[in-house]
């Protein structure tokens, strides 16, 4: 079993003083119930599926239910919290009344429906399990220094083709056996789950959003350009793209402004937090070296990880990409709350970089051999 990143910030959580409830998010099949049954082995404490009416019963916001559920249970585990929004008002109660430790798993935020909704603003902190990262799957993976160089190349490939979700990165080495999977996630986890959670109308039109981003990554995405190809409104458009993106499907990464006249771009990019959900949906799992798109695949691959770094590490810091007039661009602006910038040029084959970025900043190219050390060291 892999040790995910999170583990011991959980451990901190389960031994320190802390009675928040601990919410840790992440798009189904990424490893939460794992960790979950895990803690549930090692603390001898039942989960609660809130997928299932009847463990929802024991979560009623009337102090006999909850006098009785705090007794007998004083660490509560609770899996799928999003299909009971409702039960923030009792996460709430035990928090403010009862000594407990609460560690509740979600595939997306916890959406306000009709009065029964509390924000739990000040009851909680959070944690993401993702998945895997590169960076989780070099530290599960026993290698040699002189192997290193055949292991990120392994790594690179694997990842850039399949993605990295926990059951298919474990699978057996066929092809055939990891697009299956991954087919299935598409079509039964992130399709369906999401359509039938947000009570979306079409389920074809779901997936032909996301087939045009995936069409277009490392390119600004324009809603009204997606809308008028596929015969929709805009504004439907951008309510399933933001859905996508709060069920971390996708990442957004907006355009930095400054002052200075020469940014010019107002539209977002977006990429995938896998890549094997986007090969998936572009019916292509042709190694990297093979496809006209492996710029735009590594891309996405590179941000997907620096996103994946800054959510598991907890890093204060925002992300972006810089165009001016002239077209010139970075790839990857981070900026953290000291107004600290560090700029990436995003390259298959190495390359040195051009500064474009206006501010003082740190330039640097992640490319195809370095990407590995040159993601840790992000801080």
């Known amino acids: 079993m892999f040790t995910r990143s999170i583990e011991k910030d ?41 997928d299932f009416l009847s463990d929802r019963e024991g979560f009623q916001p009337r102090r006999d239910v909850l006098e009785e559920l705090a007794r007998n249970h004083p660490l509560i585990l609770i899996d799928e919290v999003q299909s009971f929004p409702e039960s923030t008002v009792p996460l709430k109660l035990l928090h403010d009344e009862y000594n407990v430790k609460i560690i509740a798993t979600g595939s997306s935020e916890l959406r306000k429906k ?35 160089a055949d292991f990120v ?18 699978a057996s080495e066929g092809t055939k056996d990891k697009t299956s999977l991954l087919e299935n996630i598409v079509e039964s986890y992130i399709l369906k789950d999401i359509v039938s959670l947000y009570d979306l109308k079409n389920l074809k039109l779901a997936k032909d959003i996301l087939t045009k981003i995936a069409l277009q990554i490392g390119q600004e995405v324009s809603l009204r350009e997606i809308a008028s190809s596929l015969m929709a409104n805009v504004s439907t458009v951008s309510n399933y793209i933001e859905i996508f993106v709060r069920n971390y499907v996708l990442i957004p990464l ?126």
């Open 153 to 170: 190349n392994r790594l690179r490939e694997e990842v850039l083709v399949f993605g990295s979700y926990p059951e298919v990165l474990t």
């Open 10 to 50: 959980i451990q901190e959580y389960l031994s320190g003083d802390s009675r928040k409830v601990l919410f840790i998010w992440g798009p189904r099949r990424s490893g939460k119930s794992t960790l979950l049954a895990k803690i549930s082995a090692e603390r001898n404490a039942r989960i609660f599926n809130f």
């Open 254 to 379: 907006p355009s930095f402004k400054t002052n200075l006249r020469r940014a010019v771009s107002e539209n977002r990019k977006l990429y995938f937090y896998d890549l094997g959900i986007r090969n998936a949906l572009v019916k292509d799992f042709r190694r990297p070296d093979l496809r006209p798109d492996k710029g735009g695949v590594f891309e996405n691959f590179i941000v997907s990880e620096l996103e994946k770094r800054r959510r598991i590490q907890r890093l204060p810091m925002s992300a972006y990409f810089y165009r001016e007039y002239g077209g010139k661009e970075v790839d990857i602006v981070l900026e953290n709350y000291d107004k600290e910038y560090q700029c990436f040029e995003i390259k298959y084959e190495s390359q040195k970089p051009t500064p474009v970025f206006p501010l003082p900043h740190a330039l640097k190219t992640i490319d195809k051999n370095n990407f590995l050390d040159e993601i840790r060291q992000v801080r």
């Open 114 to 148: 009709g009065q029964d909704f509390d924000s739990l603003a000040g009851r909680y902190q959070e944690l993401f399990c993702l998945p895997f990262s590169v960076e989780e799957i070099s530290a599960n993976t026993p290698h040699k220094a002189y192997e290193q």
